[in-house]
């Protein structure tokens, strides 16, 4: 098997195909302290993409309340379990990958999750861990938690699916690094529902095929934010391009805060495909679960996102989330300003750092009516 | 008469009710009552309420709530723990629903068709408070091991 390097690992890795990075690589952004399960993503995605038969119970973007809740169910702790415990010491990974883990005569470790796993797509909203006793108050970490995961295809460097689809399917797109499903191609093995940890690739039942998150590529060939972004009530989400991990620009958002800071962090790192969706992790949640999810480093993205006031750059990357529907290709701080830009360096959006208050007097000359909203 | 499951998130004694919109009908009640298998469902409209009997309101005595008129009681003020005393928005204006209520519970029978065997996702250890060992070691972050803290 071929030889690639995966810079989320810090070493090469065996991956049935070579090495081929996309000119520049899709990806999203997702401060997971800011969700709150709205799950106004999901609607938009639902309603602009899967809305026809064989559908019905197929998002492509989710939202589960973690630990509990999981689409489809069990997920991780199942995927986790097959691979089994690993060292998650950085910043080498010496713990094996599903590649390194694949049962003779496959590419990759996975399973086929059962029709009925897709049945609860939001099964364990809000539960939280362990029990709620009286006089509980809060702490850091919190003793009893839970938080939000929002998901979407994670645009896999090394994808898992296109690894095991016998018939090349699917297919990584040179100019944006979007995954894509061929679907006059597929004949509906399954081999992709199987083999992707991470469960974004769906079967459906009408068509006999598979599909899954096309990234929105017609918005984002035209420069626009995929609809779960531009849809997302908290702001919660920034979606652009990753640029080469060995030389990363500091004027683009992303490489920034994932090349760079280190703030945001990707998606069970430990499987090996170096997925494309990156997390601001919870700064409640148990370290030793987050490094689990998030791999080494979430410590550090903690302590950081604590202290994100004082550093006007970081900052300022986290003020462009939500601020515009167009992708930032770059980003400047200047004067307590954030400002955006698109490919061609043109300003697409400019935000404040420090949102402006304004109040108002009591009485109002014009309409001569007293204002009860001041503050 | 609501479908309950367990949830762990709030004390001992203290339960919460959310998103249970579909009341009880004239229509469901007769379907309950008259159905062979008991479901809460109008059988002409086929509406099929989320409760037997009652609705979420069961919990108000009427459409004040019975403390409308208590300006000198003593409430958990909205959105925070502070206990304050007299007017609260939530205690004492018509709202359309209960913010905290007292009542007692009861269980009618255990759920599921016919009210056997456990539901699906409980069975496989995947809930709260019926973890299996992989899910008690999944919450501990036990699928890695880490050497340097």
């Not at chain 1, 049945?119 to 702490?139: C, F, R, V, W, Y």
Request: aromatic share 12%; net charge positive.
């Amino acid at each position: 098997m071929p030889k690639v390097y995966n810079w989320q690992l810090g070493r090469e890795m065996e991956y049935p195909y070579e090495g081929a990075r996309p000119q520049k690589q899709f990806a999203m952004i997702f401060d997971i302290n800011k969700c709150i399960a709205c799950q106004t993503c999901t609607v938009a995605c639902k309603t602009t993409w899967t809305a026809g038969r064989g559908q019905e119970a197929m998002f492509w973007n989710n939202v589960e309340t973690k630990p509990y809740g999981y689409y489809p169910l069990g997920w991780d702790v199942k995927i986790l379990e097959k691979l089994g415990v690993q060292d998650m010491d950085g910043p080498v990974y010496r713990g094996k990958t599903l590649f390194d883990a694949a049962p003779g005569g496959e590419v990759v470790l996975g399973y086929l999750p059962e029709d009925i796993d897709y049945a609860h797509p939001n099964i364990g909203e809000d539960d939280s861990t362990g029990l709620m006793p009286q006089g509980i108050h809060l702490t850091l970490p919190h003793t009893q938690w839970m938080y939000y995961l929002p998901r979407i295809c994670n645009h896999c460097t090394y994808a898992a699916c296109l690894s095991a689809c016998p018939r090349q399917s699917i297919y990584k797109r040179k100019e944006d690094g979007i995954v894509l499903l061929d679907q006059s191609r597929c004949r509906g093995y399954r081999e992709c529902v199987k083999a992707c940890p991470y469960k974004k690739v769906y079967f459906n039942t009408q068509t006999r095929v598979s599909e899954k998150c096309i990234g929105c590529y017609p918005a984002v060939e035209g420069g626009r934010q995929t609809q779960c972004t531009i849809t997302c009530i908290g702001k919660i989400r920034i979606q652009g391009f990753l640029g080469k991990p060995d030389a990363p620009d500091p004027d683009n958002p992303l490489d920034y805060l994932v090349l760079i800071k280190r703030l945001a962090l990707p998606l069970y790192p430990q499987f090996g495909l170096e997925p494309n969706t990156y997390y601001i992790p919870p700064v409640h949640v148990p370290p030793p679960y987050l490094r689990q999810m998030f791999g080494w480093g979430v410590e550090q993205a903690v302590e950081a996102y604590a202290r994100v006031r004082e550093d006007p750059k970081l900052l300022g990357a986290l003020t462009l989330f939500g601020a515009t529907p167009e992708i930032s290709h770059y980003f400047r701080v200047d004067g307590g300003w954030v400002m955006g830009y698109d490919a061609k360096q043109a300003e697409i959006v400019r935000v404040p750092l420090r949102e402006p208050t304004l109040v108002r007097e009591l009485y109002d000359v014009k309409h001569r009516a007293y204002r009860t909203n001041i503050t | 008469m609501a479908r309950a499951r367990y949830y762990p998130g709030t004390p001992q004694g203290i339960t919460r009710m959310w998103f249970n919109g579909y009341m009880a009908t004239p229509g469901s009640v007769k379907g309950h009552e008259t159905r062979e298998d008991g479901a809460a469902k109008n059988q002409v409209t086929q509406y099929q309420a989320l409760f037997r009997y009652g609705g979420h309101q069961s919990l108000t005595r009427s459409s004040l709530k019975p403390t409308h008129q208590t300006h000198t009681l003593i409430t958990r003020k909205s959105w925070s723990n502070e206990v304050t005393r007299g007017f609260n928005v939530d205690v004492h204006c018509v709202t359309s629903a209960p913010r905290e209520s007292i009542a007692r519970f009861a269980k009618a029978e255990d759920g599921g068709l016919g009210g056997k065997g456990l539901w699906r996702p409980v069975a496989l250890g995947l809930r709260p408070a019926a973890e299996n060992d992989a899910m008690k070691q999944y919450l501990g972050g036990g699928f890695v091991r880490i050497s340097k803290a």
